[in-house]
């Protein structure tokens, strides 16, 4: 896919700057974009002073990226420009080309959806500087907060060969969690070249899950860093109730239905039996997520239709961009 590059300027302003993570080792933030709001300007500035350099990949934004950062001087950042939505996994991928070539040695992946709170870097710098085996970290995660509400996220671990828990972010480092989203994960690009890129042809559901599952299939470790804070939005959660028991569906659209069950089948067949207390897990949460969609979510009959045309095509290893489209 042809990509255009330029160069867009970002205000610096405050003097607070936090230690690097050693006096080789920095840092560049890659942002993946697709018709954002002035959030992710927002979520830029917070930044800046804090790590070493930004690039945006747009897949496709109208109007033009630049509209929503402005026009501001001072630290340079890079963008790279898509006709069309190329998925998660190429612009993070992009993101790792990148961020090798300016000689970081991390790369801080965010997408528009999510917002650091104060002190995110700094948090997941010290734990990378302070962990007792540093080198075996192949991601560390800020804890997630879901944006415009105190619901904090829980993490899958291994409890038993087959056995899995969902723990809180209740002591200042877990890195014994299985998996984490990709936004605001600091990701070790030295791990990264070992491990080897994000799965392009998934384009977007899993891709994060399977990076993770890879990774400690090489011998690595995904940490979170609990006092880092990450607000994100998952889907169009709404509250609802039944039964006296509270529901919260993400209204996820039909396309990304069709990745979810697609992406699924490849997943189980490549770590349902090195990872079974994931394998457990998926069974469960992926059943409860669709009866709950069936339960309280609209356009049910299309998602419906989204899931089992995944579900064949995930059989028959259709990958790479959907036919229903980009979500």
Avoid at 56 to 84: C, K, Q, Y
Avoid at 311 to 318: A, N
Wanted: net charge neutral.
């Amino acid at each position: 896919m042809p990509r255009q590059r330029s160069s867009v300027h970002l205000a610096v302003f405050g003097d607070e700057r936090v230690v690097p993570l050693s006096t080789t080792q920095t840092i560049g933030v890659v942002f993946s974009c697709l018709n954002p709001g002035p959030g992710l300007r927002d979520a830029a500035e917070s930044l800046l002073g804090r790590v070493d350099g930004f690039l945006f990949v747009d897949n496709g934004s109208e109007p033009a990226l630049e509209s929503v950062l402005g026009s501001l001087e001072g630290a340079s950042a890079a963008i790279v420009r898509h006709t069309s939505n190329t998925g998660v996994a190429a612009a993070l991928n992009e993101g790792v080309e990148w961020a090798t070539s300016e000689g970081f040695t991390h790369m801080l992946a965010l997408d528009q959806d999510s917002r650091p709170a104060n002190g995110m870097v700094s948090e997941l710098i010290r734990v990378y500087r302070t962990h007792h085996s540093a080198e075996s970290l192949a991601i560390v995660a800020p804890a997630v907060r879901a944006a415009g509400d105190d619901i904090r996220a829980r993490y899958l671990r291994r409890f038993g060969p087959a056995i899995f828990e969902r723990v809180p972010c209740n002591r200042e480092v877990r890195d014994d969690v299985t998996s984490v989203i990709t936004s605001g994960s600091l990701v070790n690009l030295s791990a990264h070249e070992r491990i080897g890129p994000f799965r392009e042809d998934f384009f977007v559901d899993y891709v994060d899950t399977e990076y993770c599952l890879r990774a400690q299939a090489h011998g690595y470790r995904i940490a979170v860093a609990c006092k880092a804070v990450l607000y994100h939005r998952l889907g169009k959660r709404q509250h609802n109730t039944l039964a006296g028991l509270a529901f919260y569906p993400t209204f996820h659209s039909p396309e990304r239905w069709y990745y979810i069950a697609r992406n699924r089948i490849p997943m189980i067949r490549m770590y349902g039996w090195k990872f079974p207390h994931w394998f457990n897990y998926e069974v469960m949460a992926s059943t409860y997520g669709f009866l709950r969609m069936l339960a309280f979510e609209d356009r049910r009959r299309e998602k419906l239709m989204a899931v089992m045309k995944g579900t064949v095509d995930g059989l028959l290893g259709r990958l790479g961009p959907g036919p229903l489209g980009a979500p």
